[in-house]
């Protein structure tokens, strides 16, 4: 039970790491200080409940699903462009960090919604956590504990990086720091779109 509990925290751990559309969105909402503790207990749930699924029978259901990666796939493309044309115009933008100042606070609702657009809309969640996390998952000897560990991999990786860059941030409220983050974010965003549309 243990081994399988870590092989979960260990192998989801290697996967969430990786710089990725949830993880620049949960580091630019905690730099804003803006719900940022919500999107990542979001984020910390979506796994979760991913990894159940894939674990349990999900992950060989989108194997033999080209119509739904495909759906996943465009859906993704469209959404990250969207965010990625977002991102550039702020970083383009001269008072990038007045300007974000000046539309104020999105509400919650507002913020969890684009959380779980770049969740869900992202066909690499479905690849990595359903299939690739979720197909390892329904080999090990105690499947719930390798959920588990999954779990806990998220729970830990998402409120280390939620509550780190909500402390750095007033260190890195310069406009100059806030529109490299945005080009950042256009830019990786751009590139895992252009992924998902060359296929």
């Not at 999107?39 to 699903?65: E, I, N, R």
């Not at 992202?122 to 979720?134: A, E, K, Q, R």
Request: hydrophobic share 60%; charged share 10%; glycine share 8%.
């Amino acid at each position: 039970m243990l081994q399988s509990y870590l092989n979960g925290l260990l192998v989801a751990a290697g996967l969430i790491m990786a710089i990725g559309t949830q993880n620049a969105f949960v580091l630019a909402q905690s730099l804003r200080r803006e719900h940022h503790l919500p999107v990542a207990a979001l984020c910390v749930v979506c796994d979760a409940l991913l990894v159940t699924a894939g674990v349990f029978g999900l992950a060989t259901v989108l194997a033999h699903s080209p119509l739904l990666l495909s759906i996943a796939r465009w859906g993704g493309a469209a959404f990250l462009l969207w965010y990625a044309s977002k991102a550039l115009r702020r970083a383009l933008s001269r008072q990038s960090l007045q300007e974000g100042q000046n539309t104020g606070v999105r509400s919650l609702k507002a913020v969890l919604l684009s959380a779980l657009a770049v969740t869900l809309l992202n066909p690499h969640v479905y690849l990595d956590t359903v299939l690739l996390i979720g197909s390892l998952g329904a080999q090990q000897a105690a499947p719930s504990a390798y959920v588990a560990g999954a779990a806990s991999a998220s729970l830990l990786w998402f409120f280390t990086l939620a509550l780190g860059a909500a402390w750095l941030a007033p260190w890195l409220a310069r406009p100059a720091t806030w529109r490299l983050i945005d080009l950042l974010v256009a830019i990786m965003m751009f590139a895992v779109a252009g992924q998902l549309i060359a296929g």
